[in-house]
């Protein structure tokens, strides 16, 4: 987002009037540690602790970057008003149209058979960002297929 995009998203020139400034630091702190908000709707008073739990089990960090994390954000929370009211109107709830995983996944069947009876099973364990593009899941779909089931055969 351009800054002057961002001046028009923080609702025109609010963001630039002083008397605001510390409401809106509170609704871009919201916005950007929302995933902390959903968890915590009162994120902005909890203690260190509490934080800590939530970017430990969020990020893969060394625990002296851990405290620099909570660090920041109690920083930042110190000033910021967020008992202001809302400078901007938040968005209307996105009605999510989205199918589930396996509604995106085709089944595909096949079987392999080994002649001395015995089975392998594998398990593979995909960690990837969160995203409603479709196209993220089928490309590893269609990658997967590629590589595990496909043969030179196929």
Same mark, same amino acid.
């Given at each position: 987002m351009s800054p002057a995009q961002e001046s028009r998203h923080l609702g025109g020139r609010s963001n630039r009037d002083k008397s605001k400034a510390r409401a809106a630091l509170a609704e871009g702190i919201r916005e950007h540690y929302s995933e902390l908000f959903k968890l915590y709707p009162d994120a902005h008073q909890r203690d260190n602790e509490a934080l800590r739990n939530f970017f430990s089990t969020h990020t893969k960090v060394a625990s002296? #970057?851990?405290?620099?994390?909570?660090?920041?954000?109690?920083?930042a929370v110190s000033? %910021?008003?967020?008992?202001?009211? !809302? $400078?901007?109107?938040?968005?209307?709830?996105?009605?999510?149209?989205?199918?589930?995983?396996?509604a995106l996944v085709p089944k595909v069947e096949k079987e392999?058979?080994?002649?001395?009876?015995?089975?392998?099973?594998?398990?593979?364990?995909? #960690?990837?960002?969160?995203?409603?593009?479709?196209?993220?899941?089928?490309?590893?779909? %269609?990658?997967?297929?590629?590589? !595990? $089931?496909e043969t030179k055969d196929d």
């Open positions: 002296a #970057t851990l405290e620099l994390m909570v660090r920041t954000f109690k920083t000033l %910021a008003d967020f008992d202001a009211p !809302l $400078l901007k109107t938040p968005p209307a709830a996105k009605e999510k149209t989205t199918k589930p995983l396996t392999v058979h080994s002649s001395v009876g015995h089975s392998i099973n594998i398990n593979i364990q995909l #960690t990837i960002p969160a995203t409603d593009d479709p196209k993220i899941y089928d490309s590893f779909f %269609a990658a997967m297929k590629k590589h !595990l $089931l």
